[in-house]
């Protein structure tokens, strides 16, 4: 190629075209490309210190070489990642039971915790049982490719994330996107599977809570037409869980659906701030995945102090159901100040999408954020088409009303720099 990776202009879709002669020229191509990215601070910024409101990151434009600043870029909504009280009960499971399993869970990666928090997680979605994955990512590749087969067809929400897409190359079974949120498209979908094209079970795949749009399902209509066509509704309700509902338990509680979902999906990457991820429904269903889903039966179990912050997280949950309205209560503010400072934005749940024109330079405006305090993600393609990119702002409970003052003359006064509000 021909092109200079590090000009201004180049994006990292340039990467995607073909015509890469060896391996080697397409790796060395892309490196400096992603090293720029990473020394201009627009990737793998360094934290210093605990996941917080409050964080401060390494930056060596920065007096002292580094800087604080408000975290609106984490997935640990509630502020769980540094609770005394899961720090405590980690410690201690730390203690009792070393750093880690040493095998995976059918073998010898299982404890009396590991079985505690899959109980509580089948209590908290209405489901019988459920099992435990290393990931969120693990768990939807696992189920996926595991449960259906060549006869079988997945109807899915045109957003659904790249786990699923994921899980959908590894399987043997045939795939269909549905227009996000279209119950009108979902019902055309359902039809011509149902009566066109016969298939034995079909499954609907849905999200709780859209991480790049921060919207969630109309969940009664997908349930009812789920039922109407015989077909099996399965959500991921990875940002959805600790977020959703007046307690905290997610979609199918926020919809009054607890116990009417077939295979929920879990993640304990965002609000319980550690890393894992579990599948709930039947029992028969869960005793098929322990044997079936490759990313289960062939990986290590999650280590039993990580098992410990879930449930402690889950404790947490129980006893401050405040913490979830705090969090509600934090967007809504949010959202007031900046539709007064003029912008577009709607406040769903704990992610506050803000589209940037496709002039603007993510990066740049993403950089000036951080210098003057404000840890902000940008979403640029391919997560999102280019003229859709935006910055993701990520809600926590645990800022004060000061803080949110703080975040909103900054945005307000940085937005402005670059001509935004248009
Ligand atoms: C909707 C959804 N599903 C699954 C995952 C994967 O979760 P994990 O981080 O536990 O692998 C994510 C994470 O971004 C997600 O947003």
Redesign the pocket.
């Known amino acids: 190629m021909s092109v200079d990776p590090i000009a201004e202009d180049f994006s990292v879709e340039d990467f995607l075209k073909p015509g890469w002669e060896t391996l080697e020229a397409k790796l060395s191509f892309f490196s400096p490309y992603f090293r720029k990215l990473r020394a201009e601070g627009a990737l793998m910024r360094e934290a210093q210190g605990p996941a917080a409101a409050h964080m401060r990151y390494a930056d060596p434009d920065a007096a002292g070489g580094a800087r604080d600043v408000l975290m609106f870029g984490s997935?640990n909504y509630l502020g769980l990642a540094n609770e005394p009280e899961l720090i405590e009960k980690t410690v201690a499971a730390l203690r009792e039971f070393g750093v880690g399993c040493g095998g995976p869970p059918l073998l010898n990666g299982y404890t009396r915790l590991h079985r505690e928090l899959e109980e509580r997680l089948a209590r908290l979605k209405g489901a019988e049982d459920a099992l435990l994955y290393s990931?969120?990512?693990?768990?939807?590749v696992g189920w996926l490719a595991a449960l259906l087969s060549r006869k079988d067809v997945l109807l899915y929400d045109s957003l659904?994330?790249?786990?699923?897409h994921d899980g959908i190359k590894m399987g043997s079974f045939k795939a269909t996107p549905f227009a996000h949120n279209n119950m009108q498209d979902l019902r055309k979908r359902l039809m011509e599977v149902r009566y066109e094209a016969p298939y034995a079970n079909v499954i609907v795949a849905v999200?709780?809570?859209?991480?790049m749009h921060g919207d969630t399902p109309p969940l009664r209509e997908v349930r009812q037409l789920c039922d109407k066509f015989g077909a099996l509704l399965a959500v991921?309700d990875?940002?959805g869980t600790g977020v959703l509902g007046a307690l905290g338990h997610g979609i199918q509680e926020a919809c009054e659906l607890s116990g009417r979902v077939d295979v929920t999906?879990g993640?304990?990457?965002?609000v319980f701030a550690v890393?894992?991820?579990f599948v709930a429904g039947s029992n028969e269903l869960v005793d098929f995945l322990r044997f079936y889903s490759r990313s289960y039966m062939f990986s290590a179990s999650i280590p039993t102090p990580t098992v410990a912050s879930v449930l402690a997280g889950l404790d947490f949950l129980e006893a401050h159901p405040e913490r979830v309205q705090q969090l509600r209560e934090n967007v809504d503010y949010l959202v007031a100040g900046l539709r007064a400072a003029g912008f577009d934005v709607e406040g769903q749940s704990a992610i506050v999408p803000l589209g940037v024109p496709e002039r603007v330079s993510m990066q740049k405006l993403v950089w000036r954020l951080h210098q003057e305090g404000v840890f902000v993600n940008g979403i640029t393609f391919p997560a999102v088409p280019k003229s859709k990119q935006r910055l993701r702002i990520s809600m926590m409970a645990t800022f004060t009303r000061a803080d949110l003052d703080r975040a909103l003359e900054v945005m307000a006064r940085v937005l402005a720099e670059f001509g935004l509000p248009e």
């Open positions: 997935n990931s969120g990512y693990a768990a939807n659904s994330h790249a786990s699923l999200e709780g809570l859209y991480s991921d990875a940002h999906l993640t304990f990457s965002k890393a894992g991820g």
